[in-house]
């Protein structure tokens, strides 16, 4: 069974950078888009970014285009969030998850598999 566990978080102060790690176990996830996602305090979770099969198509939240960069190691069974400029309004648990087919999505049903989630604070 595969399962996916989130890395990575922590508490940084606004201006700084953090990556995430999204490590999968069990069979690769490497025909399957991934994406990050987040939930801040007390809001629903919402969509960050995404990463197609073969890393052939990104796309991000206008919010954090720039700032952050989706990648992928399928040899390692991999993902990341790299994450620059770091502002309190960042501050949620993010969560990675496969998504059901090969092209990015930005809607939450499309994802069947999700990690438990790694917070991630920033203090301004």
């Known amino acids: 069974q595969v399962q996916l566990v989130e890395s990575g978080g922590g508490l940084v102060q606004a201006g700084g950078s953090l990556r995430l790690s999204c490590a999968a176990s069990?069979?690769?996830?490497?025909?399957?888009?991934m994406g990050w996602f987040r939930q801040p305090p007390g809001k629903e979770r919402e969509f960050v970014a995404a990463?197609?099969?073969?890393?052939?198509?990104?796309e991000y939240r206008d919010t954090v285009k720039g700032r952050f960069t989706i990648s992928r190691d399928d040899a390692k069974n991999t993902g990341y969030l790299q994450m620059n400029s770091l502002k309190p309004e960042d501050t949620a648990v993010y969560y990675c998850?496969?998504?059901?087919?090969?092209?990015?999505?930005?809607?939450?049903?499309?994802?069947?598999?999700w990690g438990q989630g790694t917070p991630v604070t920033v203090s301004s």
């Open positions: 998850a496969r998504n059901r087919a090969y092209y990015t999505s930005r809607i939450l049903r499309d994802y069947d598999l």
């Open positions: 069990g069979r690769a996830f490497s025909s399957y888009a």
């Open positions: 990463i197609s099969g073969g890393s052939s198509t990104t």
